[in-house]
């Protein structure tokens, strides 16, 4: 019981994206702790930025925030497998083995696990993800809604942009303009808001081109991967259906 | 979108507003909407905000349970919880303005929970006995922050026009820089505020940026305490930075500690005040020593101690209280829960929601359960949670003016309401002051913060029609000096090489602030704490700079926030030290009581150069300053003048709200 006990980590690193010669694996030893996780062991490193063969390097980048898995920020590749380092345990992963982490693919690398997701933001522009309010003065309460509809858009509205089902999707790549399962689930959720679902065919048509709705591939990998579990599959196919009826028959309803 | 001014230049006269959580998107809203451009920087993703976080919900008295249940008493409740330190006018101007927050809200497509009848649910909260806390599931925040992310989405894709509806190329109303550090203010040579100096986190770039006015939303300070439940980012290093630059610093001292988390290594995290509000019950074994397992050990061998010393709030007394019976528990009496492993009583207590239906569970508190069960791996569903305080929230900040009504409350549109001792600076959210008095209760803070933004916009659009001149006409020299100084204060942390390491300072402030503190002070032990920030101050000077990349730098970056977390520790250890009383969250056992003779008054404190590296608090009673143009003399004075002030006692049910509701109480005489 005298030795400590020691967790391992291999960490993929790029200095800037302008330096891909810098492109490195590193290996970092930090003390154990209970409960720990990802993020703690960064931590530990960014004290003592040593690797294991010695050399004094800058702390690891990554990015995070809440660090209770709401916010998507710290999300990277752990062990091969897209999800948030907050919630990726050490002791969890497979005890005594090196832990690798690696930056996310689908998107432009920033620096070490760091990429830059922006497109996911502009995305949501694209498809109106929003409630066309009049103002925010007051004019009273919202519409009434059931507590069936609440309980069915709540979980799709815990969606924290995080990427990790544009990672995880065969569809989205450098070379393919498919806007991904996040923006569309956000079709659905506005589409089912009592007002949302008046502007709710400028959502569809934004989905009906190249890079919409079509594009998936039906590989069902984006609902493996979501940390909040969210029915991609179901909002993807809800939305591929309205797309399609509004294909055939919105010019009748027009 | 028409702007409200020329832009004869072709390009926007913008605002700048600083943060984007609740009060800053708010802001913004408010600003686009009466055609005022904005810039709008953040740390981060403004949808990665900490505002995320909040999970139980938002207050507003919309009485549907038929409690009687009105601002009026939103108002009395929310000023007796916090100790009558609260000036009271902004407090009713939020209370009155609470519905039509949570109806805007609604609108916008917050998923609320709902009624059988369709109607927005209510629960309760600490403090009160009223159903008066909205919520969508237990991620509220998350969810209030989504939908004012969107709006200002929306305003992103809006063209800017000039007077005659002409669109400005390339312009639009909102204009969003992230991944940005806010370094500093610009200010004029009649010291008015005219800009700001960031840094691109990508690209290192520091850049100076104009703005007709600006606004902090840049939260709160918790990271100052090492480990708290706030984000990582919350270093209120953009608060440090304004203050700084001469901006006052109110009520420093008041830091809530909220009751229920569970600590970790890397962050506290919240069990939100939501699992007693619709049930929860906190306790400990009565034997201390009891080796079974929480949901083991049968009802008569509890002591569900809040509910035996509280009967009439309960396990929803305010959390000033609640933490430091926790607190008293576990340190005091020995009494925390029995871990036969390490043969200790731990510093932990049970926080048990074993006796609510799942489905109830399930539909209300699923989120926070769902972090339970992440993070201890363990089900709350069976068990009883373990949980201890934890640093929360800062119910001081950036002081601010408001513009009190006929009525009492505020004048909306008013440029002195949210606006900082600096001309041309506002602070709306947790990085103001001005809601909470001593200690806030739950569900009032996403409240305040997007009051704060609906009155800092207009105040702010107000403001900037108001201008003799406008900052985008001022000599671009101002902008390249301030940009100098920035670049070259950067350089210098670049070249730091000595031999500390940054974050483990931190780690070492952390320590000393949160155990000498929070919960209990003590002046002698408060006096070693400030000689340890000085030492911290000195050795931060000699911190060897983690990283000299040109690229996404957080090492530097860190360097800089530390040394802005030192400035703020003082404030925080010093304002504690000087209040030689007991009032909410402020503790010292030594001056059990409150004293309004001498201590009904803000806590007003100035940055001043110490020695060395060292800095140094001056502590003011009035101070003059110029806001929106005008003379104004700023005092120390609380204006009590709607909820007169009386002891504060949780004994009996409705204590609190004895006032509006008339309700005979022994605790209306004033106390000491
Ligand atoms: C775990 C938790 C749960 C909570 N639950 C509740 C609840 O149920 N009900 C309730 O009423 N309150 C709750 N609170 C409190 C509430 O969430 C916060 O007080 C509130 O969200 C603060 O909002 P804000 O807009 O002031 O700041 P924040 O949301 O903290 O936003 C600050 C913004 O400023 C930016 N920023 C900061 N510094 C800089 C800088 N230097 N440069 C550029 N940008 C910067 C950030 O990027 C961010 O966009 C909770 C708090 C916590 C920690």
Redesign the pocket.
């Known amino acids: 019981m005298s030795t400590t006990r020691t967790v391992r980590l291999k960490i993929l690193r790029q200095d800037s994206p302008s330096k891909p010669q810098t492109k490195r694996w590193e290996e970092f030893e930090v003390p154990w702790l209970p409960q720990m996780n990802v993020i703690s062991a960064l931590m530990e490193i960014q004290r003592s930025p040593k690797t294991t063969d010695g050399k004094t390097v800058a702390p690891v980048v990554w990015e995070s925030s809440c660090l209770e898995e709401v916010c998507g920020a710290c999300t990277m590749i752990v062990n091969g497998r897209v999800r948030q380092a907050c919630t990726a345990f050490v002791d969890r992963l497979g005890g005594g083995e090196t832990i690798t982490l690696e930056p996310m693919t689908k998107f432009p690398l920033v620096r070490d696990l760091v990429v830059d997701r922006s497109r996911m933001f502009d995305d949501l522009k694209q498809v109106k993800a929003w409630i066309d309010l009049d103002g925010s003065h007051e004019l009273g309460p919202g519409p009434r809604q059931s507590p069936a509809n609440q309980e069915e858009a709540y979980p799709l509205s815990r969606c924290m942009t995080c990427g990790c089902c544009l990672e995880a999707c065969p569809q989205v790549h450098e070379s393919s303009p498919f806007v991904g399962p996040a923006a569309i689930n956000q079709v659905r959720l506005f589409n089912l808001h009592p007002s949302g679902k008046m502007h709710a065919t400028e959502r569809l048509e934004s989905l009906m081109g190249e890079g919409g709705v079509a594009d998936c591939g039906k590989a069902q990998n984006c609902v493996e991967v979501c940390p909040k579990e969210i029915p991609l599959v179901d909002s993807i196919a809800q939305v591929s259906r309205q797309v399609t009826k509004h294909m055939l028959f919105g010019w009748l309803l027009k | 979108m028409k702007t409200s001014d020329k832009n004869e230049s072709r390009v926007a006269r913008r605002v700048i507003v ?7 998107l708010t802001t913004v809203m408010k600003l686009c909407e009466a055609g005022v451009p904005v810039d709008l ?4 993703p ?1 949808k990665r ?3 995320v ?6 207050n507003a008295s919309v009485n549907t349970k038929g409690e009687g249940d009105s601002p009026r008493i939103h108002l009395e409740e929310t000023v007796y919880g916090g100790d009558f330190l609260a000036n009271q006018p902004p407090v009713k101007g939020m209370a009155d303005a609470a519905p039509g927050i949570v109806f805007m809200l609604d609108r916008m497509g917050v998923p609320f929970n709902r009624t059988p009848e369709g109607l927005l649910d209510f629960r309760r909260f600490g403090g009160t006995l009223f159903h008066r806390t909205a919520f969508a599931g237990a991620t ?2 998350q969810q209030l922050l989504y939908a004012l992310d969107e709006q200002v989405r929306r305003w992103e894709t809006v063209d800017v026009e000039d007077s005659k509806g002409a669109a400005l190329r390339g312009e639009k109303m909102v204009r969003k820089l992230e991944h ?3 370094l500093g203010i610009v200010q004029d040579d009649a010291g008015r505020c005219v800009g700001i100096v ?1 840094q691109d986190m990508k690209t290192m770039a520091i850049e100076a940026f104009r703005g007709d006015a600006v606004c902090l ?4 300070p918790g990271i100052v305490f090492g480990r708290s ?2 984000s990582v ?2 270093t209120g ?2 608060a440090a930075a304004a203050y700084r630059q001469g901006a006052l610093y109110a009520n420093g001292e008041l830091i809530q500690v909220h009751p229920t988390a569970i600590p970790g290594a890397d962050k506290l995290r ?1 069990i ?1 005040e ?1 699992a007693r509000g619709e049930g929860g019950r906190v306790w400990v074994p009565k034997d201390p020593k009891d080796k079974r397992k929480g949901r083991e050990i049968p009802e008569r061998e509890r002591d569900y101690f809040l509910e035996a010393k509280y009967p009439g709030y309960g396990n929803l007394v305010p959390r000033d209280i609640a933490s430091r019976e926790l607190f008293a528990k576990c340190f005091h009496d020995k009494r925390g829960v029995y871990n036969p492993k390490t043969e200790k009583n731990e510093n932990e207590v049970y926080l048990d929601l074993t006796r609510i239906p799942k489905e109830t569970l399930r539909k209300k508190l699923a989120g926070i359960l769902e972090i339970y069960e992440k993070f201890v791996g363990e089900d709350p569903y069976e068990n009883p949670m373990r949980v201890f305080p934890a640093v ?2 800062s119910m001081g900040g950036l002081w601010v003016d408001f513009e009190k009504s006929a009525d009492g409350g505020l004048v909306r549109g008013s440029p002195r309401n949210q606006a900082t001792n600096i001309d041309g600076l506002y602070a709306a ?3 103001d002051y001005q809601y909470h008095g001593a200690n806030r209760l ?6 305040s ?1 997007i009051y704060a933004g609906l009155e800092a916009g207009p105040a702010i659009a107000a403001y900037r029609k108001g201008l003799a001149a406008s900052a985008h006409d001022v000599p671009q020299s101002v902008f390249d000096k301030a940009e100098k100084r920035e670049a070259e204060r950067y350089q210098k942390i670049l070249a730091m090489d000595g031999d500390e390491n940054p974050y483990a300072l931190h780690k070492e402030l952390g320590e000393v602030m949160l155990r000498d503190c929070t919960i209990e002070r003590d002046n002698a032990v408060l006096g070693k704490v400030i000689e340890t920030i000085g030492e911290l101050e000195d050795r931060a000077k000699n911190v060897g700079v983690p990283d000299t990349g040109d690229h996404a730098n957080h090492g530097a970056q860190f360097v800089r926030h530390l040394s802005n977390m030192l400035v703020l520790a003082r404030v925080i250890a010093e304002g504690a030290l000087a209040r030689d009383e007991s009032r909410g969250a402020h503790y010292k056992p030594a001056f059990k009581q409150r004293d309004d003779e001498r201590w009904l008054r803000t806590t007003l404190a100035l940055y001043e150069r110490g020695e060395g590296a060292r800095s140094s608090v001056k502590f003011v009673r009035q101070l003059d300053a110029t806001i929106a143009g005008k003379s104004v003399t700023i005092t120390d004075a609380v204006d009590t003048t709607l909820v007169t002030p009386r002891a504060r006692k949780y004994e009996t049910a409705g204590a609190a709200s004895a006032a509006a509701t008339g309700a005979s109480s022994a605790d209306k005489q004033p106390s000491t």
């Open positions: 600083v943060g984007g959580g609740l009060a800053g920087f953040s740390l981060v403004v905000s900490h505002s976080c909040a999970q139980g919900g938002i509220t925040g940005w550090d806010f960031a939303a840049t939260g709160g439940t706030n980012i919350n290093t953009a919240l939100s939501s929360h929230y959210g947790e990085v739950g569900a009032n803070s996403l409240l913060c």
